[in-house]
């Protein structure tokens, strides 16, 4: 088939990085190509949540199809060494939490993407060759496309974007239902964003990696819940949090009625930086843009879209950038020193947490959440500056109680492991 004319920039991927970086592009007056293999209205399989004060701050709060105030963490009697035993380690965050309507947000691009020219292709993208001024894609099917600038948008398993080798990268994996329940499993109105209780667990059980219940009333009889390991290496098994589930679930009195719905999450959450010198721009999880702490990503696109925008549309600008001098300004500019430094802090974080047991990592989040509301709020968003999430950390050492205190101050430990099962996730097959 033959080669279009030549774009400025092709972005390779169909999810939101795909198509938040092309529109942001396509706004200004770029001629830009997505390339997916995914149909281009392909209803997005993930969900994804952000905090309320997050996406008023983009302006896309009409773009949520629930928004809670009642939001809360559980972290048990005896949060903080057993000064609290008289409260169950409740913390009322006191801030909105939001689900995307997955489809509302991705028409939003979509039709901003139309609106500004951006040509679509369906087709998987499978080689690259790059001359000193452009880079030429040639796909499954035949087309060739080419382009000043490739930005690789396929997802945490990029197809161009090269990452370093890491002996063993954490993954968030997580196992959720949503279901119509005839006793509720959280109260009418609520958002759970974590609960790490552990009464239902049995002492072997205790001793296995912890994991929490992230869990939100959707409408009427209908809730979503799931039970998710913070981040694991190996990952923990789909099974394991199955099990979990259901333990908790009787252990609360829920009583479910019918599944609607089944989720299987997994994606790394500690990947390196990818390789910033590299000829294909990395967007989304292909750059490396997970929140290692938190796993969010979505406000991240958002925020990150219109500035990388912005250093590519200026040196397209010029005829006499050559291809590897525009790859080389993008990837300063997603990951200037300031995000690099952030990124190296939350990482270390995750390197302690991941060796915590239950009792200690409830302690943990339950000093995390006495934090400031800025703080633990600016580090869960990532919207911190060094300065402020160093102070950040200070002050949580300084909140935290001992036990706590002396794991982050000691060498990394090794994860506990699980005897209830032996295989790590792994993402089902699209059939399963
Ligand atoms: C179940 C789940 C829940 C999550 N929940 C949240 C959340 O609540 N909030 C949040 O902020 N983050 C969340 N995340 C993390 C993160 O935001 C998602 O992983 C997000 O989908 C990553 O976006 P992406 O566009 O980089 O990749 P993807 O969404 O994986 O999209 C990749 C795209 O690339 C296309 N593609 C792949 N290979 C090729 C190829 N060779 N050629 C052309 N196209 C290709 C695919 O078809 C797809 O369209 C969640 C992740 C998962 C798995």
């Not at 302006?59 to 939001?71: D, E």
């Not at 923990?236 to 609360?252: E, T």
């Not at 990837?331 to 430094?341: A, C, F, K």
């Amino acid at each position: 088939m033959a080669a279009s004319a030549g774009l400025d920039v092709l972005v390779v991927g169909g999810g939101p990085a795909a198509l938040a970086i092309s529109t942001a592009l396509a706004e200004h007056n770029l001629s830009v190509g997505v390339l997916s293999s995914s149909p281009r209205q392909h209803p997005w399989a993930n969900t994804y949540g952000i905090w309320g004060e997050e996406v008023d701050a983009l302006g896309l709060s009409h773009l949520l199809s629930h928004r809670w105030s009642n939001t809360v963490s559980h972290f048990g009697r005896g949060a903080v060494d057993g000064q609290h035993d008289s409260d169950d380690g409740t913390i009322h965050h006191r801030r909105d939490y939001g689900l995307f309507d997955k489809q509302r947000l991705q028409e939003h691009w979509l039709s901003l993407g139309e609106r500004h020219g951006v040509q679509w292709w369906h087709d998987g993208a499978r080689l690259i060759e790059h001359t000193a001024t452009h880079s030429t894609v040639s796909t499954e099917g035949g087309i060739t496309l080419r382009a000043r600038l490739v930005i690789d948008a396929s997802g945490h398993k990029p197809v161009f974007v090269r990452k370093p080798a890491q002996a063993a990268v954490a993954g968030q994996a997580a196992y959720g239902l949503v279901a119509r329940f005839t006793n509720p499993p959280i109260g009418a109105g609520q958002f759970v964003f974590m609960d790490y209780r552990c009464g239902h667990l049995s002492p072997e059980q205790r001793r296995e990696p912890p994991t929490f219940l992230y869990a939100m009333h959707l409408q009427d009889d209908v809730y979503f819940v799931e039970e998710t390991s913070l981040a694991l290496a190996p990952s923990v098994p789909f099974a394991v949090l199955q099990q979990r589930l259901q333990q908790r679930l009787a252990h609360a009195g829920a009583v479910m009625e019918t599944v609607l719905h089944e989720e299987f999450c997994l994606f790394p959450m500690d990947p390196p930086l990818p390789d910033l010198n590299q000829r294909v721009v990395g967007f989304g999880g292909a750059g490396g843009m997970v929140h290692p702490a938190s796993g969010y990503m979505v406000g991240g696109l958002l925020r990150r879209a219109p500035t990388l925008a912005q250093a590519i549309a200026t040196c397209m600008g010029d005829s006499n950038w050559d291809g590897s001098s525009i790859a080389a300004t993008a990837w300063q500019s997603l990951w200037p020193l300031e995000l690099r430094l952030k990124h190296g802090f939350y990482r270390f974080g995750l390197s302690k947490l991941m060796g915590f047991d239950e009792a200690r990592l409830r302690h943990h989040f339950h000093s995390f959440f006495q934090l400031p509301d800025p703080l633990w709020y600016g580090f869960l968003t990532n919207t911190l500056s060094v300065g402020e999430l160093a102070m950040a950390m200070a002050r949580l050492f300084g909140l935290a109680p001992w036990d706590v205190r002396t794991g982050l101050l000691l060498p990394a430990q090794r994860p506990p492991t699980w005897q209830s099962a032996t295989t790590s996730a792994e993402m089902p097959s699209p059939a399963a």
